[in-house]
């Protein structure tokens, strides 16, 4: 594709105007997401020489800021983007490692170097994906977290109203916020911006393919709900599970 480019030492990267052409989103919204990661980054006292700012040439020629990321810097900035996404990014990633890959080995002249060489290139393909898949959740999860501004998993919400997981979710059952058999809130209490669902993807190691998994957390103003009610009902959360 016409973004990736190889600088002089070797390394490779994709620009984030590629980036914006694989994920069909719009330029400046992944520089905005690229500067976020840095800032986020620099705080934790994290390498950020991964993403290096740069110009490049617009669709009307002009100048415009982008950056060159590294692979690393790349999946990074789309850990948090959907797996269909995500899996755009890999497969162009494993196209530029097998372009690299021609240039650092000399053309095989027999079929035994050839079938060599192919056997090489699949072990690090399946490597690739494998860590990319084993990361992924990870990353997604957190960034999903974090993004949901004042938001608790159910433990953070027992400890703040002083009791346990469990009784907690006894008591969401009993008033009708959750379901029976899950955690999962039922929609109108979704609707009323009491919880958020987030939906995290998780590899499946026995069947070879990425799932989805979904978290229930609770938001401020959900918290605020549940111990109003704790309070009409009676509730008495003082023994901790």
């Known amino acids: 594709m016409k973004n990736f480019m190889q600088p002089s030492n070797g390394n490779q990267t994709m620009s984030s105007m590629e980036v ?3 994920t069909t989103k719009r330029h400046d919204h992944v520089i905005r997401d690229i500067r976020k ?6 705080a934790a006292g994290e ?6 700012e ?3 040439k617009d669709s009307y020629g002009r100048d415009s800021v982008a950056f060159e990321l590294t692979y690393p810097a790349t999946m990074i900035l789309v850990s948090g983007y959907m797996v269909a996404i995500r899996s755009k990014i890999v497969n162009r990633w494993q196209d530029l490692e097998r372009e690299a890959a021609l240039t650092d080995y000399n053309i095989p002249k027999t079929l035994g170097d050839a079938l060599r060489f192919a056997a090489e290139i699949e072990e690090q393909r399946i490597a690739l994906v494998d860590k990319v898949n084993q990361d992924a959740p990870k990353v997604a ?3 999903a977290v974090t993004s949901a501004a004042n938001c608790h998993t159910l433990e953070q919400a027992a400890k703040v109203i002083g009791t346990g997981r469990n009784r907690l979710t006894r008591f969401l059952r009993e008033i009708g916020a959750i379901m029976m ?3 999962m809130p039922y929609q109108k209490y979704i609707d009323a911006g009491y919880f958020r669902v987030v939906e995290t993807p998780w590899f499946d190691s026995r069947e070879q393919k990425t799932r989805l998994s979904t978290k229930t957390l609770i938001t401020g103003k959900g918290l605020d709900h549940i111990q109003r009610k704790i309070g009409i009902t009676g509730t008495n959360f003082t ?3």
Do not use: C, K, P
Request: charged fraction near 25%; charge should be negative; hydrophobic fraction near 40%.
């Open 37 to 42: 990661i840095i800032d986020d980054l620099d």
């Open 181 to 183: 058999s899950s955690t």
């Open 47 to 52: 390498d950020v020489s991964g993403f290096a």
């Open 20 to 22: 914006a052409e694989l």
């Open 239 to 241: 023994v901790v599970q």
């Open 54 to 56: 740069s110009s490049r």
């Open 141 to 143: 999860f957190h960034d």
